[in-house]
């Protein structure tokens, strides 16, 4: 079936509307009527080429919330009208370690994302969420149990939300800890709303005064500016864990000198350029550890939103008409938004 989508035929080429096709649902898929899309950064890296590999046309969203209109015949856990997400992988291998331990995203065979992976059926790659409509098989699909007048705002869950619940959760973030969140944007804001809400000692890192009053009322207990050195200085050796959701190349011995005895720094943003090499000695002198961190399989995205939902936990967000999706990207380079956009996927019917 065709459906209205946006995209881009090459790097150098504006996002504009297309027609795609869809697969009409076999026995085990789930058809999705989208209602909203969040605006994650690897849209941008991935639509402009900046990572390899793009195949265009090129159609990014996975941050995905929708209604399901058509289930397969096969489909048990989904019925139409139900209110559900898909994230950043609609197939995996389904046999590997990673796979049986729940944990697509480390497919060892490769998982399917929800854009830009080569599947069988034209155009050859998988078309994502900028879309009216899209069909996944059930097994990738997670339940919305929020209300529904705060879908939009769950949509950046799908993988902000995820991205820094799955090494919260991995590292132990709960009462007694002290875990600190580098960067207040699309990830970093998630990342204070998730410890604070996990019950641990949450420190937010910025490197404006400014965003100060902001990271307290996301719920940062204490806000460090990490261009002071005497507030960097004072948690010296205090931190259980830090989570870095910064994705520009900067300097990592700042804050692997904070972390305590077996701490880990974790990294969840990607940087166009490699980090500086790190300082082995501020690893080997207390048994720390640099790590890193992608998504979440799809049982910890369901346990993720279950969580959410049960702490009244959304994204900040901005809701923008699919048109203006190139003002959202030019602006999210600049930092310009508190904290993601979010298309209104009902505006793709306008197509003046």
Sequence with gaps: MTV?????????????????????????????????????HSD??????????????????????????AVGVEVTRFKEGDLVGIGCIVD?????????????????????GTYNSPTPGAPGHTLGGYSQRIVVKDAYVVKIRH???????????????????????????????????????GLGHMGIKLAHA?????????????????AKSLGADEVVVSRSASEMGAHANSFDMILNTVAASHDLDAYTRLLERDGALVLVGVPEHAHPSPAVFNLVGKR?????????????????????????????????????????????????????????????????
């Design 4 to 40: 209205r989508a946006f995209g881009a035929h090459a790097a150098i080429k504006p996002l504009e509307p297309i027609d795609i096709v869809r697969r009409a649902p076999g026995p085990h898929d789930v058809q999705i009527e989208i209602a909203f899309c969040g605006v994650c």
């Design 44 to 69: 941008l890296h991935t639509v402009r080429g900046e990572w390899s590999g793009t195949l265009y046309p090129c159609v990014p969203g996975h941050e995905i919330v929708g209604r399901v209109s």
């Design 92 to 112: 995996s291998c389904g046999t590997c370690a990673s796979c049986t331990d729940h944990l697509e995203q480390y497919c060892e065979r490769g998982m399917t």
């Design 147 to 185: 209300p529904r007048e705060q879908l939009a705002a769950v949509a950046p869950l799908l993988c902000a939300g995820i991205t820094t619940y799955s090494p919260l959760r991995h590292w132990k973030a709960g009462p007694g800890k002290k875990i600190g969140v580098v960067g207040i944007g």
């Design 198 to 214: 996990m019950g641990a000692h949450t420190v937010a890192f910025t490197t404006s005064e400014s965003k100060r009053e902001d």
């Design 288 to 352: 720390r550890s640099i790590a890193g961190s992608m998504i979440g399989g799809i049982a910890e995205t369901q346990e993720m939103l279950d969580f959410c939902a049960e702490k009244g936990l959304v994204a900040d967000i901005e809701l923008i008409r699919i048109q203006q999706v190139e003002e959202a990207y030019a602006r999210m380079l600049k930092s310009d938004v508190k904290y993601r956009f979010v298309i209104d996927n009902a505006s793709l019917e306008d197509r003046s």
